[in-house]
């Protein structure tokens, strides 16, 4: 049953003033840093992460992924360490934004909304290559099976022009991980507003203001491993 616009997704609003008062948006400077990822750029750019994307610990982190989308930290954990790997800040304790650049580490072949490293700029968002992404979502919401079929799509599509295409273990389970992600964030696993998606990839903004409310119960590993294998299972 597709998921209504209502209720269970409308927002309690002292939440959504918290996030929209003490976490405004604001677009990046020329100065500051961003990644090749549109959650971390998204609090940096509400101000959960250091808005310059500079010497970002771990605590920041793992902090600032709970604070603004209910992220359980033991989940945060794994990814941090990884981040922590690409540091070239001189302090192996911190990471720029930037840092997250390097193919092979969290970025990969196949984005959903960026170039392959091979083609220059693995960094940005790619309108060309988001717009085949979100040419999968019909409706108001997006069901497992079309994020799915999305996803395929954008490794085939990738396979096809880049002559080092890598796709490793660990990379697919990014790459699920990445789809099951914004099903759970931006709706319940089964189904997500694909407004807020489109937002949250657009713009790099969290849609605290359009309704957008963190999970009332932390997001825990168990959830993301379920809504991936289910993503995994679309033909």
């Known amino acids: 049953m597709r998921l209504s616009l209502p209720a269970a997704l409308c927002l309690a609003s002292t939440v959504?003033?918290?996030?929209?008062?003490?976490?405004?948006?604001?677009?990046?400077?020329?100065?500051?840093?961003?990644?090749?990822?549109?959650?971390?750029?998204?609090?940096?750019?509400?101000?959960?992460?250091?808005?310059?994307?500079?010497?970002?610990?771990?605590?920041?982190?793992?902090?600032?992924?709970?604070?603004?989308?209910?992220?359980?930290?033991?989940?945060?954990?794994?990814?941090?360490?990884?981040?922590?790997?690409t540091s070239k800040t001189g302090n192996p304790d911190t990471f720029d934004l930037d840092n997250l650049d390097q193919h092979g580490v969290i970025e990969h072949d196949a984005s959903l909304s960026r170039a392959d490293t091979v083609f220059g700029d693995n960094s940005s968002l790619n309108l060309t290559i988001w717009n085949e992404t979100k040419s999968f979502f019909d409706g108001e919401t997006i069901s497992v099976s079309e994020a799915g079929k999305a996803r395929i799509a954008r490794i085939r599509s990738s396979a096809a022009i880049n002559p080092q295409f890598s796709l490793l273990e660990g990379d697919q389970q990014s790459s699920l991980f990445e789809t099951a992600f914004y099903l759970i964030v931006f709706g319940n696993g089964t189904e997500a507003r694909t407004s807020w998606v489109n937002i949250f990839f657009e713009q790099e903004r969290l849609p605290y203001a359009e309704g957008y409310t963190p999970a009332a119960t932390p997001i825990m590993i168990e959830t993301l491993l379920d809504v991936a294998g289910k993503v995994a299972a679309v033909p």
């Open 16 to 85: 959504a003033s918290f996030a929209v008062d003490d976490h405004p948006w604001r677009a990046p400077s020329s100065s500051d840093h961003r990644s090749p990822c549109p959650l971390l750029n998204s609090l940096a750019n509400h101000g959960f992460l250091p808005r310059s994307g500079r010497n970002i610990t771990s605590e920041e982190l793992i902090g600032a992924l709970s604070a603004s989308i209910n992220l359980d930290p033991s989940v945060a954990e794994g990814p941090t360490a990884l981040a922590l790997t």
